[in-house]
């Protein structure tokens, strides 16, 4: 049965305070790494209990939503479903991290 990435994007998107919390979003190999305006609105502990969701770090200034090898296909979806915008160099420096 193919996973509903899209339903957890939404997901996601509201329980780190929508879309215009949102600074910025990349992903590595198993992580969204959001650029909060305010990680106070995010749901932390809804978060880690979303069907999909293995944890929540905080970290260097990032709140980092841990999925596991299916974090590109999330990733995709908030980005189609949200129009958020990514920067390919910053995107860039993330590997390897």
Same mark, same amino acid.
């Given at each position: 049965?193919?996973?509903?990435?899209?339903?957890?994007?939404?997901?996601?998107?509201?329980?780190?305070?929508?879309?215009?919390?949102?600074?910025?979003?990349?992903?590595?190999?198993?992580?969204?790494?959001?650029?909060?305006?305010?990680? =106070? %609105?995010?749901?932390? &502990?809804?978060? /880690?209990?979303?069907?999909?969701? @293995? $944890?929540?770090?905080?970290?260097?200034?990032?709140?980092?939503?841990?999925?596991?090898?299916?974090?590109?296909?999330?990733?995709?979806?908030?980005? =189609? %479903?949200?129009?958020? &915008?990514?920067? /390919?160099?910053?995107?860039?420096? @993330? $590997?390897?991290?």
């Amino acid at each position: 049965m193919k996973k509903n990435y899209d339903e957890l994007a939404l997901n996601i998107v509201e329980h780190v305070g929508g879309d215009e919390n949102i600074e910025s979003l990349y992903n590595c190999a198993t992580r969204l790494r959001f650029q909060l305006k305010d990680n =106070n %609105k995010a749901k932390t &502990e809804i978060l /880690e209990n979303l069907d999909g969701v @293995l $944890k929540v770090v905080q970290s260097a200034g990032q709140y980092q939503v841990v999925i596991g090898s299916d974090v590109a296909e999330v990733y995709k979806a908030i980005v =189609n %479903k949200n129009g958020l &915008e990514t920067n /390919e160099e910053d995107k860039q420096s @993330l $590997k390897g991290s």
